[in-house]
């Protein structure tokens, strides 16, 4: 058997030429075939719920600073209206407007299904209410990938039949350093996640409390940078600082509110007459039945710090009344005023909610990472502009989306891979999961022909060196056959 086997005498008779061209091809198709394993890239994207802008000027921050000096910072961030958490942390991972994606409020009735959404409720886990949208951690796992979330908004909801890969449920006791071990567990995977997020209560809670002005958030603020310190080293210890691409930002900022300015609504309407809803400085209210404009022609010029809209009316540049959810009546307060039926209402020292023109309401934007340029700032941003980054960064199909990869392209280096093209159709209330099944069929299909081009330079391959041992093989053949031919 041994004497039969003369492949290595075949090979290097084989015609040059021949060999050049096969090699050459198989290894560009095997190139080709796995570059977009090769190329892909890592994020870890971390929410500072009510981060203002400014809190890292306040007082110092070296680890904030090091993110700055490392990676990239944008100054403005204009979030989208209105300034609260659920409506801004769906628009950060879908790109979308609240009258798109369809979480208005943090507290919303819903009239079409006469349902109610209410942090303080269960109902915020009924998936209808978010599947006016598709988050991007579901993009990420039909284009193949792993996704982490550690108490993200909106990732402990079954949205479109999905979970994120691995998920905590929401638990505000669970600390912040068991959230970062356990995203660093699931980076550190066989079958690693690519991309993870994760939220965190503070500094927002202490700014309802305590009011953004009060001294005591300097102690705060100063702990918010030590977790980021305790990010950056856990990172480093796994040897993910420079491979994961960090991108730290929040929702909203927060502004000082005081006990003497309020706005008490039972001093112009009546009570009877109307539902309030949500609980925050822009409120809806849906009048009973033949009372709009009644509450309407009360409200209007009641009070000097108070705007009132219908909800044909409000401006469009607050992208908020093409939906639903959004009540006949939207009423606002000045920035620092607070909205409340009566004095048995409870305020809170600091709030959030307003115009998202307002300075106080805007949140922060830092990133650090391969993908990221290093000590560069940029003078401002959009929160819809996330989104099509990200998708840029992780290499997988946008959804429909209001936000711009051209107005944040600049952060990034120019070894970034750019394979997927940048979507910025116009979103529809209801987004078709087909749009990135057939972008994800591109890749899928190249996967495919490249193998079967592998395969058939290998079946050639076979046949050469078998012809090329034809005439010894046939030579033998014939002197073991002749004596039974002739006998």
């Not at 659920?86 to 009239?111: K, R």
């Not at 009316?313 to 606002?332: C, G, N």
Request: with cysteine; charged share 20%.
């Amino acid at each position: 058997m041994g004497d039969t086997w003369v492949f290595p005498d075949c090979f290097l008779k084989m015609d040059s030429k021949f060999c050049h061209v096969f090699f050459t091809l198989s290894a560009l198709t095997i190139s080709v075939t796995f570059s977009y394993h090769q190329e892909e890239q890592k994020v870890l994207l971390v929410s500072f719920d009510g981060f203002r802008w400014d809190y890292i000027y306040r007082v110092p921050t070296p680890n904030f600073d090091y993110i700055k000096e490392h990676g990239v910072y944008v100054k403005q961030v204009t979030n989208v209206f209105v300034t609260t958490t659920y409506p801004n942390h769906y628009t950060l991972v879908t790109g979308l407007y609240p009258e798109s994606h369809g979480i208005i409020a943090n507290d919303m009735y819903d009239s079409v299904r006469n349902k109610t959404f209410s942090l303080e409720h269960l109902e915020i886990y009924d998936s209808e209410f978010w599947e006016d949208a598709t988050p991007i951690w579901i993009t990420n796992q039909k284009a193949g990938h792993e996704t982490g979330a550690a108490m993200w908004p909106g990732t402990d909801v079954k949205i479109h039949g999905e979970f994120p890969t691995y998920y905590m449920p929401y638990n505000q006791s669970v600390s912040f350093e068991d959230r970062v071990t356990k995203i660093i567990e699931w980076f550190k995977l066989e079958k690693s996640i690519n991309f993870a997020l994760l939220y965190w209560e503070d500094p927002d809670e202490m700014g309802h409390n305590l009011g953004p002005d009060n001294p005591l958030m300097d102690s705060v603020i100063s702990d918010i940078d030590s977790k980021i310190g305790y990010l950056i080293k856990e990172l480093m210890k796994e040897k993910l600082w420079n491979t994961v691409n960090l991108i730290i930002t929040s929702d909203h900022g927060m502004t000082q509110c005081s006990g003497e300015r309020i706005i008490e609504l039972d001093h112009y309407i009546n009570p009877n007459d109307y539902f309030l809803i949500d609980n925050s400085p822009v409120r809806g209210i849906l009048p009973k039945k033949g009372k709009l404009d009644k509450i309407y022609a009360a409200l209007t010029n009641a009070h000097p710090n108070l705007t009132v809209y219908k909800k044909e009316d409000i401006p469009e540049r607050f992208h908020y009344k093409h939906h639903h959810r959004i009540q006949p009546i939207l009423i606002m307060a000045d920035e620092g005023w607070t909205i409340i039926q009566n004095r048995s209402n409870t305020f809170m020292l600091g709030n959030h909610g307003y115009d998202n023109e307002f300075s106080d309401m805007h949140p922060l934007f830092l990133a650090h990472g391969p993908t990221f340029k290093k000590n560069i700032s940029k003078n401002s941003m959009n929160s819809t502009d996330l989104y099509p980054l990200l998708c840029h960064i992780l290499n997988i199909p946008p959804m429909p989306h209001n936000g711009s990869l051209a107005n944040v392209k600049e952060l990034l280096s120019e070894t970034v891979p750019t394979v997927v093209p940048h979507s910025m159709m116009t979103p529809q209330s209801n987004v078709n999961l087909r749009i990135y099944k057939l972008q994800s069929y591109a890749y899928f299909m190249g996967v495919f022909l490249g193998s079967m081009i592998v395969i058939v330079f290998l079946i050639v391959f076979i046949k050469h060196l078998t012809h090329s041992q034809m005439p010894t093989i046939q030579e033998r053949n014939v002197e073991i056959a002749q004596p039974l031919l002739w006998s």
